[in-house]
């Protein structure tokens, strides 16, 4: 038992990490990119090729003065930016992020590399977890009394749980061609036959689109337009308290293509790959991070690409569109499963 | 059985922990600086504060949200099927289909219902 628990604290640690690694690299790249895209350069002065610029920014910002505006619920106010990293740091431990390959730690297996490796509710622990991030925006929006806040954080919530469903039913095609809620056994699903992005495309679509919804980019950050909200939700936040709502945001976009990968994309996993020991478990996780940081370049590249949609286009695209895909690609998917096709 | 569920309270314990630190270390950090009393007051593009930000909600948000609470029900029913479908048609695929499809038509019904009173019409006149 004792060496059980040290292999899981040392995946927590490592896969956490990773994650907290993500993020300020993630920041960079998104400034590098939109610099790239829009012709200009770009943070360039702190380390090489201004890498070191997040880090610089991460400190500023803890060394901020801790300001509460006046006229604020104190404690939500200063719950809600808790709430939304809380939430962020939980959703990833489903997710594995590469396998095992038989490798042994302490004598104990080390499973694939996903920290609740035993866990049977996967998906369903997932969706229930990242459904609560609403409430570290909702909280946030009503706890500063502020107009724009308020207002923010209401559209935000409406949003966040219009493309809940969506999201949901296309996750649900997955689950119904793999018979298992857990995403190690998707991954193992997927491999020797075709990745879940060619028979559920009309999933594979509606996830991608929910996905962008759910981490509130743009096109869909209705909750932020800065031109007509400041910044929505967080106009009233300062120092780390702004800080943890913008790495939940990039918490979240680096679990939601992760779990984009594991579903549809076969995780770590590559046609014709089969390797053992150490060696594998280094390219799998490889595998997975490359597959994974093609999606996080995508948000950046749809970031700066697209201009943002009007509210009741937005709820409309959702409710009117992308639900009753994600069902029709749910009979496509049951219908196949019942003429006991493999290839789905 | 519970034992599956200790990484999640490892886990939970965890975000706490990186949660409440990062917060509590700015607090601590970046205290006592307040020089301006103006400095605290809510911000609205630079003008006088004209009244308080609690606001009444448009009932929009509330129709949305009773919308959701329906179906995202409905879709939690339908993980067990998903789950068992694969297996269970083995034996009998026609009644997996049939309960499956069912459920779905049953919702469809709803859906078209709530689309034709104009439920999900966010800038249009509502008729709910």
């Not at chain 1, 719950?79 to 396998?99: E, H």
């Not at chain 1, 076969?266 to 390219?283: F, Y």
Request: charge should be neutral; hydrophobic fraction near 55%.
């Amino acid at each position: 038992m004792g060496a059980e628990l040290i292999v899981i604290a040392g995946k927590l640690i490592v896969l956490a990490t990773l994650l907290l690694t993500a993020v300020p690299v993630m920041v960079w790249v998104e400034r590098r990119g939109a610099a790239f895209i829009q012709d200009r350069l770009g943070p360039n002065r702190v380390g090489p090729w201004g890498i070191i610029q997040p880090i610089a920014d991460s400190v500023k910002l803890l060394f901020k003065e801790d300001l509460t505006p006046a006229g604020v619920n104190r404690w939500l106010y200063f719950l809600a930016p808790m709430i939304s990293v809380f939430i962020a740091m939980l959703t990833f431990i489903v997710v594995p992020f590469g396998d095992g390959c038989g490798v042994t730690i302490l004598g104990q297996p080390l499973g694939s590399l996903m920290v609740a490796s035993e866990l049977e509710v996967g998906v369903l622990y997932l969706l229930a977890i990242s459904s609560l991030g609403v409430y570290g925006i909702v909280l946030a929006g009503w706890s500063s009394n502020n107009k724009y806040s308020l207002l923010g954080g209401l559209r935000a919530s409406a949003q966040l749980i219009s493309y809940e469903l969506s999201m949901a039913l296309a996750v649900l095609g997955v689950i119904l061609a793999t018979g298992s809620l857990r995403l190690d056994e998707v991954v193992a699903a997927q491999s020797g036959k075709l990745w879940n992005a060619v028979p559920q495309f009309l999933g594979f679509v509606v996830f991608v689109v929910a996905a962008f919804a759910e981490t509130n980019r743009l096109p869909f950050d209705l909750a932020e337009a800065e031109t007509e909200l400041v910044a929505g939700y967080h106009v009233e936040y300062s120092s780390m308290k702004f800080a943890a709502f913008m790495m939940s945001e990039y918490m979240n976009m680096v679990t939601v293509s992760a779990l984009l990968v594991t579903l549809f994309l076969g995780g770590s996993t590559l046609p014709g790959v089969h390797l053992e020991g150490w060696l594998g478990l280094v390219v799998s996780l490889a595998v997975f991070l490359g597959k994974v940081a093609f999606f996080m370049w995508l948000f950046v590249w749809v970031r700066w690409s697209l201009p943002r949609f009007r509210y009741d286009q937005l709820m409309r695209l959702g409710w009117k569109g992308l639900l009753p895909l994600a069902t029709v690609n749910l009979v496509l998917v049951a219908v196949g499963v019942a003429r006991g096709w493999t290839w789905i | 059985m519970l034992g599956q569920y200790i990484p999640v309270f490892m886990a939970i314990g965890f975000a706490a922990a990186v949660a409440g630190g990062m917060i509590g270390l700015s607090m601590l950090l970046g205290r006592g600086r307040i020089a301006y009393q103006r400095q605290t007051e809510t911000y609205e593009s630079g003008m006088l504060l004209l009244d308080s930000g609690r606001k009444r909600v448009s009932v929009k948000f509330f129709i949305v949200a009773m919308v959701f609470i329906i179906f995202d029900v409905e879709v939690a029913f339908l993980f067990p099927w998903a789950v068992a479908a694969r297996e269970a048609a083995k034996s009998d695929p026609t009644t997996v289909l049939a309960v499956g499809l069912t459920f779905l038509a049953v919702l469809a019904i709803g859906f078209v219902y709530l689309w034709r009173q104009g439920a999900f019409d966010w800038a249009r006149r509502e008729r709910v």
